[in-house]
């Protein structure tokens, strides 16, 4: 079975930094994908970023392009959001996902999903 777990998230001041983490274990899919989605409260999910670690591929929302990097972090499976200059728009929960077999930026696109972990920016 597969698990992703995020980890990373806090309390930051406008212009901050944060950066978040995801695992995979489990996965056995050829493509091996892993994105980063967001809930503000009360808004939808919205993709954020996606990394491919097989062909390093990388993709990014037009709201964090100039401020995210999603990179591959210490394991095959595991990539990090490193989120710069942030801002209160940012405030949400952030949730991985991996198994994607669609168009990147639609949650119905990836076949698992993480708890998520709260970012909270304040002015």
């Known amino acids: 079975q597969v698990q992703v777990k995020e980890s990373g998230g806090g309390s930051v001041q406008s212009g901050g930094s944060l950066r978040l983490s995801c695992k995979v274990s489990?996965?056995?899919?050829?493509?091996?994908?892993m994105a980063w989605f967001r809930q503000p409260p009360e808004k939808e999910r919205e993709g954020v970023a996606v990394f491919c670690v097989d062909d390093g591929s990388e993709y990014y929302a037009n709201a964090v392009k100039d401020r995210f990097k999603i990179l591959q972090d210490s394991a095959e499976m595991t990539v990090a959001l490193q989120m710069n200059n942030l801002q209160p728009d940012d405030t949400a929960i952030y949730y991985c996902?991996?198994?994607?077999?669609?168009?990147?930026?639609?949650?119905?696109?990836?076949?698992?999903w993480g708890q998520g972990t709260r970012v909270t920016v304040s002015s």
């Open positions: 489990g996965y056995t899919y050829s493509s091996k994908c």
């Open positions: 996902a991996t198994g994607v077999r669609g168009p990147w930026q639609y949650t119905h696109s990836w076949d698992f």
